[in-house]
T-cell receptor, first 110, second 115 residues
């Protein structure tokens, strides 16, 4: 089983749509979880951390289900500028290394 | 806003040559990392560095690779005898490391092309 698994997409959605991304992780001892965003040929940038209680930042909502080892990201009212690859990331190892999923490509259409 | 800087942005090298990729992490950070991303693939962990030594490395990080922090600011990745399959984007990252789960900041990357 892959350490972090995501649906690669692409997700093609119209502006204004709501889109959800899912991710599973294999190491039940993982403690910290993130969603990063990566634009084409750019570096990953932190979008938001994911907490067990769920957290929201504007149009973005992240959820964590530890029992199922499942992480989600919901984007409401999609904008053209949301088009990017969304990376599910888990903190692992003794040295806080980040373990990346393959990413899910989102294309928001006008 | 503090940032991680990497040089060069693009490096083209011939197969078999040595390359050094350079990074300046954020000044008060304690953990440093190198990741790579082959075109179209996921970001892969190479190595982490803490307290002036390697603290963890992946299977990818074999004897061909080495890291160094030659002074108080630079963090370098050396690739000896480059191979075609080393062509990738190499990202440096740094983190304060505490509290656990603190954000890691990435540099803009060095695109390495081995010909």
């Amino acid at each position: 089983r892959k350490e972090v698994e995501q649906d690669p997409g692409p997700f093609n959605v119209p502006e204004g749509a709501t889109v959800a991304f899912n991710c599973t992780y294999s190491n039940s001892a993982s403690q910290s979880f993130f969603w990063y965003r990566q634009d084409c040929r750019k570096e990953p940038k932190l979008l938001m951390s994911v907490y067990s209680s769920g957290n929201e930042d504007g149009r973005f909502t992240a959820q964590l289900n530890r029992a199922s080892q499942y992480i989600s990201l919901l984007i409401r009212d999609s904008k053209l500028s949301d088009s990017a690859t969304y990376l599910c990331v888990v903190l692992g190892g003794a040295t806080n290394k980040l373990i990346f999923g393959t990413g899910t490509l989102l294309a928001v259409q006008p | 806003e503090p940032e991680v800087t990497q040089t060069p942005s693009h490096q083209v090298t011939q197969m078999g040559q040595e390359v050094i990729l350079r990074c300046v992490p954020i000044s008060n950070h304690l953990y440093f990392y190198w990741y790579r991303q082959i075109l179209g693939q996921k970001v892969e962990f190479l190595v982490s560095f803490y307290n002036n030594e390697i603290s963890e490395k992946s299977e990818i990080f074999d004897d061909q690779f080495s890291v160094e922090r030659p002074d108080g600011s630079n963090f370098t990745l050396k690739i000896r005898s480059t191979k075609l399959e080393d062509s990738a984007m190499y990202f440096c990252a740094s983190s304060a490391g505490y509290p656990p789960g603190t954000e890691a900041f990435f540099g803009q990357g060095t695109r390495l092309t081995v010909v």
